[in-house]
C-alpha cells in the first residue's frame, strides 16, 4: 500500500517473477495498482538443497497466481512446508487461507486472527524450516501487525509493506502510527549496520540493494513530510483534507486518499507530542 508510487531520484525499474538471492525467489501477483506498484511480491523462501520451502504472503485470493506459486517451488523440487503474512491486508493475505488448503501448510502470522494452525508468530521468534533461518522482526507502523523477515546467510530482509521497492509507504491511521513506524525504521537501519543486512525483499516493487540508503531515505522522507505538515497547519491548513492538498500537491490525486492516512497519522504524532 503505497503513499508515493516514485519519488524523484528512485530506480523506475520493473519487477519480473524470479531469483532475487540464493535463497529467496519472487512471484508476481497479477493485482497491479496505483496502491500496490506491479502487484504484490509473494515470496518463496528455502535454503538450498532443501525440499522445504516457507511462503511469505501468498497475496490476493487468485487460483492462478497461488498454484504457480506452488508449481516455482515444485520445480525447485521443494514442497511448501509453512506459510507466513508480514501483515493482514488483503493484498498480501486474502488468499492466505486457500494457499494452506492447497498446500496443507499452516498460516503464522501477528495477528491470531490470520493464523491457520497452532502456533502464532511473534518477535524474537526464530523459523528454521529446512534448515532455512528467518528471524522475526517487529516492525509496526504501516499497520500494527507488521513484521519484516531477517534472513541472516542472504544478507537480507522482507520487510512486507514497510519499506517499498519504490515509493513510501501508508502509515495507516489508525491502525498504523508514526512513532511506531519511525521506531520499525530504526530498527532495520540497525540490521543494516549491525547485522549485515544489505539487501530489501519488499513487498511491492523491486529489490533493493542498498538496504542501509532505502532505511536512510524513508526516514528522511518522514521527517520532511512531517516539517510540511507542520508547515501546513501553522499556515492555517486545518483538516486532513486541506493538509492533503497542500504537502502532497506533488503525489498523484489517486494517492491521495491513502496520503489522507499518513496525514491523520502525522497530525496524532505533532499532537502527541505537542508540536502543534
Ligand atoms: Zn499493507
Redesign the pocket.
Known sequence: ?TEAAALPGQPRGGVVSGRATARAYCVLAPNPSAMTLDGTNTWIVAEPDSGLAVVIDPGPLDEGHLRAVIDTAERAGQRVALTLLT?G?P??ADGAARFAELTGSSVRALDPALRLGDEGLEAGDVITTGGLELRVVPTPG??AD?LSFHLPADGAVLT??TILGRGT??V?HPDGRLGDYLDSLRRLRSLTVDDGVSTVLP?HGPVLNDAQGAVEFYLAHRAHRLAQVETAVEAGHRTPAEVVASVYADVDRSLWPAAELSVRAQLDYLDEHGLI
Request: proline fraction near 0%.
Open positions: 500500500m501483515h491486508h493484498d498480501h504501516h499497520t507488521s512486507g509493506d509507504t501508508v495507516a513487498g
